[in-house]
């Protein structure tokens, strides 16, 4: 964090420049005035609802070292070890699913204290489960909260951010569930060798969870939600905060007042039903909820879920396998946090990166495939371990965190919540049908066709990148609608390739 915070300083964030969207129209009621932007309120708003995001890391970190131990404790089939793992991605569709409503209805801070309490109860009853039933169930309760917490994050930084910072700001998102991998693959390696391992694996996830419903205690609300609830005076103060304290008074005031005034505009129907979402936005959704179909298609959580298990069938010992595991997740995140700092720089935006990403994910999907198919090896095992980590960071730079980014800037205020929320939905729905299905498919088609599967799906994304995604950087949010009309070619002949 002090690294970010740094260089956002050298980056010049509070600076004014002639090219800067919000100083064009400067003092004319248009657009937002140049002002400083508190920096410790903000991040420290935006590090606590990454939280949310960090408790899916977690989960994925932990899951992919305690599996291992839990399928020879209880003796499970490798069905029975997808279903398991899988269980907690089919359960946080339904938490996504729910996630918009809660949001709605109960304010993004309620939002979540919820999750943080599903996840908490739910890692306890996963560690001190007798049978896999009760495995299975305690992992559905916890995946309800991390549904919701995977919508609400993005969705609250979204809000709050400062458009020229929501880049970086809103990649939190993608940067904590990368935070949470090798944080929960470093607990692994400290926790094997205990009596009952991945007893005390499993619960370690009480200690984020409560970290993160301790810290949302004193979390403001969004101010854009307060306003939909006609608490002007409030959501006035968090925005206030919003202005470093050395900023002219007369200049706070009137950068508060046109703040005030944009997020009343996007917050202008009180109500949106499920169908208005359909009706009003069915080119916007077609882009978004494909989008978020194919980050998961392209077969990321699959490969950490069960990435042990990959580099142990192709020869490397458990406690390496974990090591290398530890890599991938440190290489993610540093990954993402690069795409954080470039993607709000007018040279590069949101379609450079995710671009570039998206071919590097199907090239280490293909190095996988083709060497998967050799005898196996020390050459092959190093081979197939470079291919994962080429794949997954360039995953952490491109559709990681740009997914997210993408959803919360496409859809107007009456309709981010639910749009979100169905792109989680969808998103989570994919990540289930992979990660059940991941083990069957290298019995049934070997691990070079699954990774083929994987890599077709890549080239796919390449290509709906291309032709469907807009770059928004530093554009209003919900500014996709008047640009996408141009792209409405473009994705029948996408769809048309596919077929």
Known sequence: ???????????????????????????????????????????????????????????????????VPIQ?????????????????????????????????????????????????????????????????????????????????????????????MRGALTSFNEMFINVGIPIAYLANLLLQGLKDDWRWMLLSGTLPAGALFIATLFLPES????????????????????ISTDEDPALA???????????????????????????????VLAIGMAFAAIQQLVGCDAILFYSAITFKEHGVSEKLALVFVLVLGLCKLAFTILASMVVDQKSVGRRKPLLIGGVGC???????????????????????????????????????PLCWLILAEMFNGPYRSKAMSLGSTINRSCSFVVTLLFLTLTQAITWTGTFMVFTTFGLVGVIFSYYCIPDLAGAKLGGVNAEVCRYNLRIFCLLYFVT
């Open 253 to 283: 005031r009137r950068v508060t007042t046109q703040m005030m005034h944009d997020m009343k505009q996007d917050m202008q129907e009180d109500a949106v039903r499920w169908v208005d979402l359909f009706k009003q936005n069915r080119k």
């Open 223 to 242: 101010p854009r939600w307060l306003l939909k609830r006609n608490r002007h005076e409030e959501a006035q103060k968090i925005v206030r905060h919003l």
């Open 72 to 164: 020879k404790h209880f003796g499970l089939s490798n069905f029975e070890v997808e279903v398991l793992t899988s269980s907690i991605t089919f359960a946080s569709i339904i938490g996504s699913f729910v996630a918009g409503t809660v949001a709605d209805q109960l304010g993004r801070k309620f939002g979540l204290l919820s999750a943080a309490l599903l996840f908490l109860g739910g890692s306890i009853g996963m560690g001190l489960s007798n049978s896999f039933g009760e495995l299975v169930a305690w992992r559905l309760f916890t995946g309800i909260g991390v549904g919701i917490g995977l919508v609400i994050c993005p969705m609250y930084c979204a809000e709050l951010s400062p458009r020229r």
């Open 1 to 67: 964090l002090d690294l970010v915070v740094h260089w956002m300083e050298d980056q010049n964030y509070n600076t004014l420049t002639d090219g800067d969207e919000e100083t064009k129209e400067d003092f004319q009621g248009k657009s937002t005035p140049h002002f400083e932007i508190q920096f410790s309120f903000l991040l420290r708003c935006c590090v606590t609802v990454a939280l949310g995001s960090l408790l899916l890391g977690y989960d994925l970190g932990i899951i992919s070292g305690a599996i």
């Open 362 to 400: 199907m090239l280490g999907t293909l190095v996988v495939a083709l060497v998967a198919a050799c005898p196996a090896s020390e050459a092959t095992a190093a081979t197939i371990v470079t291919g994962v980590l080429v794949f997954i960071s360039s995953f952490g730079f491109s559709y990681g």
